[in-house]
């Protein structure tokens, strides 16, 4: 069973960064898709980034190409979500989520249990 655990969300202004961190534990991650999601009030929670199992493949909502950029470091069982130029829009809570094996859509066997980012006009 994996646990994840997110942190390095918080309050920025408009034009912004912030550096999201998810941390593993239980087992390696290794050989798991990892994704980050994200879900505004009254929104759908939707997929934002994603990363395959080896690093080689990354995968972007439109609506972030460009501003985020979603990393691993399987040595260390982590992945990390550098978000630059954030947007009020931008405002939601994160989710860390992982699928053995899985591809550029990422459907989670398994969550963390968010971090919220705000963002301020």
């Known amino acids: 069973q994996v646990q994840l655990v997110e942190s390095g969300g918080g309050l920025v202004q408009a034009g912004g960064s912030l550096r999201l961190s998810c941390v593993a534990s239980g087992r390696t991650i290794s050989n798991d898709a990892m994704g980050w999601f994200r879900q505004a009030p009254g929104k759908e929670r939707e997929q934002v980034a994603a990363i395959s199992w080896r690093g080689a493949n990354t995968n972007y909502a439109d609506s972030v190409k460009g501003r985020f950029t979603i990393s691993r470091d399987n040595a260390k069982n982590t992945v990390t979500l550098q978000m630059n130029s954030l947007k009020p829009e931008d405002t939601a809570v994160y989710y860390c989520?992982?699928?053995?094996?899985?591809?550029?859509?990422?459907?989670?066997?398994?969550w963390g249990q968010g971090t919220q980012v705000t963002v301020s006009s």
């Open positions: 989520a992982g699928q053995l094996f899985g591809g550029s859509r990422v459907r989670p066997d398994y």
